[in-house]
């Protein structure tokens, strides 16, 4: 049973389109959302932690949106260093330590 | 910042040979992670522990076993390690009551 989704696999954007990354999950109950950034060649970097449906999180050009059933992640005018693959990851509750990742977004972004 | 090392960024064995990856982290955390990664599965995870000597099973334990000797030290062994266990391994770490983790660079191994 999968519990995370991502789409697209895979985007190409030109420097400066804006877009969204989603994120969709099938836990009940969600204990928290996480969104990690991973270069290629490198572990995960940690961007964002959301809780409950509405919250919303900024870091530079990404924001991250949360509903009950699905999350974003929204990128305004993308630079090329934003280029990476984007994971997300949901923890359920009775699940302890245990965290589910999606499968990830390759997100290009083409100056 | 947190910092997560592993002792290597490539390995290569051979089948049958035992295998040690360790991690170390240096901000105290109580929560260390073992996972693999593998093209189209995601982040899958091998063991946690939550506090020396402790440990637990994740969802692909099979053919692998962990030692947490000291708090900032977690320690993957792959007991006779087979080609399907060629993947890249990543060890992470996070505060107890806190649930976003810190990943190390990751060790690619490859098992001939």
């Known amino acids: 049973e999968d519990q995370v989704t991502q789409s697209p696999e895979a985007l190409r954007l030109q420097e400066g389109e804006s877009s969204s990354l989603n994120c969709s999950y099938t836990v009940s109950g969600l204990r928290g959302l996480f969104w990690y950034r991973q270069d290629p060649g490198k572990g995960p970097e940690f961007l964002f932690t959301?809780?409950?449906a509405g919250e919303e999180k900024e870091k530079e050009r990404l924001k991250a949106t949360l509903t009950k059933k699905e999350s974003f992640l929204h990128i305004t005018a993308p630079k090329p260093e934003d280029s990476a693959t984007y994971l997300c990851?949901?923890?359920?509750?009775?699940?302890?330590?245990?965290?589910?990742f999606g499968t990830g977004t390759s997100l290009t972004v083409i100056p | 910042d947190v910092k997560v090392t592993q002792s290597s960024r490539y390995l290569v064995k051979r089948t049958g040979e035992k295998v040690f990856l360790e991690c170390v982290q240096d901000?105290?955390?109580?929560?260390m992670f073992w996972y693999r990664q593998d093209p189209g599965l995601g982040l899958r995870l091998i063991y946690f522990s939550y506090d020396v000597k402790m440990k637990e099973k994740g969802d692909i334990p099979e053919g692998y076993s962990v030692s947490r000797e000291k708090k900032e030290r977690f320690s993957l062994i792959l007991e006779s390690a087979s080609t399907n266990q060629t993947s890249m391994y990543l060890c992470?770490?996070?505060?107890?009551?806190?649930?976003?983790?810190?990943f190390g660079p990751g060790t690619r191994l490859t098992v001939t």
């Open positions: 992470a770490s996070s505060v107890l009551d806190r649930y976003e983790q810190y």
């Open positions: 901000m105290d955390h109580e929560n």
């Open positions: 990851a949901v923890q359920a509750p009775n699940t302890g330590n245990q965290f589910y």
């Open positions: 959301l809780y409950s």
